[in-house]
């Protein structure tokens, strides 16, 4: 199978991430709930793993680290933890549903939304976020790339916006952790929500986010710890306010050593290559005769997503042939982003995308190029 599907979660693990992943699989206890080697050896993972999270997105406390399942749950608890009844968020037609649900749940209680709109290319207009502000507005909400165009937000831009008008800044690093640098508090974010099994080329189940000093979030959930289990409240401090029950210890020792890999490749090697692929598919696709790609290519920094449609085909139906005729994977329909695609005009025949990850080739690329050629014939 040539696997296509990167967006959705990195298929391709580096070996020493499954190496990890056996190992704490066969040595670990639980983390923080006790002192024998087995509960140490997970703690010690898990703060290590906290040290290198902190430096790889630019965050200056690791305590300041919390492990999520993924990046949908580190959202929720964000979003739920910060926005109250009467706050005005702005957000973009750019996210995902992990943004949009909570969001669109918030307002049903009370909190008043803002769209920053996309145009037919999937682009917005910044200047649209100073016609939004109000008294009220609370945050600014918004992922760093499209995973439908591969468009990317100036995240540093948002964030001086933010800045000025004293709000705080969420950001959605889903497609995009692990694909380029990201610098979190140089870029003026507040909250950083990632994932690890995509572009970090993790474990499923793991991911978490970022959270500036000073940002203070509302425990989402409430339980066992490890510590001060006398007191009836969740602890206050960072990290264990936002991590009650037991942490994926296996899962955050695969993100470690994925984490390692990552560093020893090089992340700009990585992205240099993710998007020489990208551009490649993109050269081959875009000209052929009765393909239509969405998106923005004009921008040098994107990420690694190319989504197209051929005439007026189902994006299933291609999706399909593309995978029993041609043996290769893609995502179609809607990638729930369902603004996205209202933006684009593509909400009845959803889109076919392609997106591109670390371990896919050039003769891969090229395969794919004249299977989307055959099927536009």
């Known amino acids: 199978m040539i696997y296509f599907d990167n967006a959705a979660t990195t298929l391709h693990k580096p070996p020493e991430v499954i190496d990890a992943v056996v190992h704490a699989m066969t040595a670990f206890g639980n983390a923080a709930r006790g002192a024998h080697s087995g509960a140490l050896a997970a703690s010690r993972t898990v703060y290590e793993t906290r040290v290198k999270l902190s430096e790889f997105f630019g965050c200056s406390r690791a305590d300041h680290v919390v492990f999520t399942a993924n990046a949908t749950e580190a959202l929720n608890i964000a979003l739920f933890g910060s926005i109250s009844p009467g706050d005005h968020v702005i957000t973009t037609d750019l996210e995902h549903n992990s943004v949009l649900r909570p969001l669109y749940a918030l307002e049903e209680r009370g909190a008043a939304l803002s769209f920053v709109h996309a145009d037919r290319q999937g682009c917005i207009d ?58 979190m ?48 409240r969740q602890p206050a401090a960072y990290p264990t306010r936002l991590e009650a029950g037991t942490l994926n210890s296996h899962g955050i020792a695969g993100l470690s050593a994925a984490l390692d890999y990552i560093r020893q490749v090089g992340i700009a090697h990585i992205e240099e290559t993710e998007t020489g692929l990208m551009r490649r598919f993109y050269d081959g696709v875009s000209a052929v005769d009765g393909v239509t790609v969405y998106g923005d ?69 090229e395969q794919a190029i004249a299977a989307v050629r055959r099927i536009a014939e």
């Open 126 to 183: 910044y200047a649209e976020l100073e016609r939004l502000l109000r008294p009220e507005t609370k945050a600014v909400v918004c992922t760093h790339a499209s995973n439908l165009t591969g468009n990317r937000l100036n995240l540093s831009r948002i964030g001086a916006f933010a800045k000025k008008n004293g709000l705080l800044f969420i950001a959605d690093a889903s497609q995009t952790a692990g694909c380029t640098e990201i610098e």
């Open 297 to 365: 290519f004009s921008q040098a920094a994107r990420a690694p997503i190319v989504a197209l449609n051929i005439r007026d085909y189902d994006s299933g139906a291609v999706a399909d042939e593309l995978e029993q005729y041609y043996g290769i994977a893609t995502r179609s329909g809607a990638h729930c982003a369902p603004r996205m695609h209202r933006a684009l005009g593509t909400v009845e025949q959803g889109a076919v995308r392609f997106s591109f990850g670390w371990f896919n080739t050039t003769a891969e690329v």
């Open 185 to 232: 508090e140089a870029w003026g974010i507040d909250i950083l929500c990632f994932t690890g099994h995509k572009g970090l080329m993790g474990p499923q189940g793991t991911g978490g986010m970022c959270i500036r000093e000073g940002v203070e979030i509302r425990p989402w959930k409430r339980g066992g710890s490890g510590i001060s289990s006398y007191d009836t």
